[in-house]
């Protein structure tokens, strides 16, 4: 089974600044199979990033995935006050998915 | 426009049965692999069950043997047959799907249904 861990479990940054949002998984995972989401609080998460790398329509270009194997990032280069809120990545196995336990981007 | 919206939940007693609905718009839910995805209050992400297109289907250890998701093809509408509940899966249900350039990545997500168990 492949476990997920998102550090740090909280970042306070100001607004303008950048985040670096990091996912390592226990075993190497296909790039493929990565995903970031957002949380604002009181509504649904928002996919991100898929592909490891890959922005949906819609999706900012301030928001960066990449990485490869175990170790993945999520990189917000100039923090929006609506970008505060819980960053969660997942991995898609073959027959289940699972997510990280959450990075929380606050305001400083 | 897709639309995901999902019913059935409730308060309800330890060891008894919910049956949540995710009724889809804009999608085809057999085309689909479709998740319900849950979040405990205050609590992260878990992923409950997966049920893919061609029909196979999934679900977590913690959930495995007491949930049971299933689809109506005509009512274009995904189930969570929850059994023998717990109050540790209280939380809020979502279900989720793809879309058809977002990979795997799960585009679509419903408002979610509030699963309360408790005596």
């Known amino acids: 089974e492949i476990i997920l861990t998102q550090s740090p479990p909280t970042v306070s940054l100001s607004p303008g600044e950048r985040a670096t949002l990091s996912c390592r998984a226990t075993?190497?995972?296909?790039?493929?199979?990565l995903a970031w989401y957002q949380q604002r609080p009181g509504h649904a998460p928002r996919l991100l990033i898929y592909?490891?790398?890959s922005r949906p329509t819609g999706i900012p270009d301030r928001f960066t995935g990449s990485g490869s194997g175990t170790d993945f990032t999520l990189t917000i280069s100039r923090l929006e006050p609506e970008d505060f809120g819980v960053y969660y990545c997942q991995y898609h196995g073959w027959s289940s998915y699972t997510f990280g336990q959450g990075t929380k981007v606050e305001i400083k | 426009e897709v639309q995901l919206v999902e019913s059935g939940g409730a308060l309800i007693q330890p060891g008894g049965s919910l049956r949540l609905s995710c009724a889809a718009s804009?999608?085809?839910?057999?085309?689909?692999?479709m998740t319900w995805v849950r979040q405990a209050p205050g609590k992260g992400l878990e992923w409950v069950s997966l049920i893919q297109s061609g029909g196979k289907i999934d679900y977590a250890d913690s959930v495995k043997g007491r949930f049971t998701s299933a689809r109506d093809y005509i009512r274009n509408t995904l189930y969570l047959q929850m059994n023998s509940l717990r109050d540790e899966d209280t939380a809020v249900y979502y279900c989720?799907?793809?879309?058809?350039?977002?990979?795997?990545?799960?585009?679509?997500w419903g408002q979610g249904s509030l699963v309360t168990v408790s005596s």
């Open positions: 075993q190497p995972v296909g790039s493929s199979s």
């Open positions: 804009g999608l085809i839910v057999s085309q689909r692999d």
């Open positions: 989720t799907s793809a879309s058809p350039d977002s990979g795997w990545g799960q585009f679509y």
């Open positions: 592909g490891a790398s």
